[in-house]
């Protein structure tokens, strides 16, 4: 379990990500979402990046839930990373009211890797 904390710190909670992965959520706001049952919308979507993964030649290192805020609202996030440094922005959730919504497409993108001094 230390070693994906790390991973995750590293890449997903990183400072130098941050922008990206609230780009990642701007991108999935943009576009119509479709409500969904949890359960359902966490099964989709990790067929969705599994999917994706192969679709880069990777595949999925870890799944994370991220608490992100957007203007007033604040949302779950679920990430996948992938093992190529990547990173796919899943379904959301309005942690408010606890819906689900499932986005029209998924944004994939590139995160920066931890520099060392």
């Not at 919308?41 to 067929?47: F, G, P, R």
């Not at 942690?95 to 986005?103: D, S």
């Amino acid at each position: 379990m230390t070693e994906l904390n790390t991973v995750v710190n590293t890449t997903l909670l990183a400072d130098y990500n941050q922008a990206t992965i609230s780009a990642m959520l701007d991108a999935i706001l943009a576009k119509p979402l479709t409500p969904m049952e949890a359960k359902q919308a966490k099964t989709y979507m990790e067929q969705v990046a599994t999917q994706a993964a192969g679709d880069e030649g990777t595949q999925v290192q870890l799944f994370q839930l991220m608490e992100m805020k957007n203007k007033h609202t604040t949302y779950v996030l679920r990430v996948a990373l992938f093992s190529n440094n990547k990173a796919i922005g899943l379904d959301v959730m309005d942690a408010e009211n606890g819906q689900f919504f499932v986005p029209e497409s998924c944004p994939v993108v590139e995160l920066q890797s931890p520099t060392v001094n």
